[in-house]
């Protein structure tokens, strides 16, 4: 079966940097393109990052440009995102996705 994996979540500095991993397993991982998500306290799911199956096709929220990156390793069936420059704002449980399939979440707070 399909399984997400999230981890990396921390407690970080106003920024800080942190970067979060999401181990896939249970399907053709190359074949599929990969997001993050995030949830903050009392808020609804805001996309965050996207990247296309072969990794040369990004994408980001406005809120996170030029901040975060996001990669994938197609052998190691795992994506990243790299965040730097944190800010409070960016505290949330982050979540990866794929089709309808979701991890259980990481938790990053930003707190000095």
């Known amino acids: 079966q399909v399984q997400l994996v999230e981890s990396g979540g921390d407690l970080a500095q106003p920024g800080g940097s942190l970067r979060l991993s999401c181990a896939a397993s249970?399907?053709?991982?190359?074949?599929?393109?990969m997001s993050w998500a995030r949830q903050a306290p009392g808020k609804g799911l805001e996309w965050v990052s996207g990247?296309?199956?072969?990794?040369?096709?990004?994408y980001y929220a406005d809120s996170v440009k030029g901040r975060f990156t996001i990669s994938r390793d197609n052998a190691n069936t795992t994506i990243y995102l790299q965040m730097n420059s944190l800010k409070p704002e960016d505290t949330a449980i982050y979540y990866c996705?794929?089709?309808?399939?979701w991890g259980q979440g990481t938790q990053v707070t930003v707190s000095s």
């Open positions: 996705n794929t089709e309808r399939y």
């Open positions: 249970g399907f053709t991982f190359s074949l599929y393109g």
């Open positions: 990247i296309y199956s072969g990794g040369s096709d990004t």
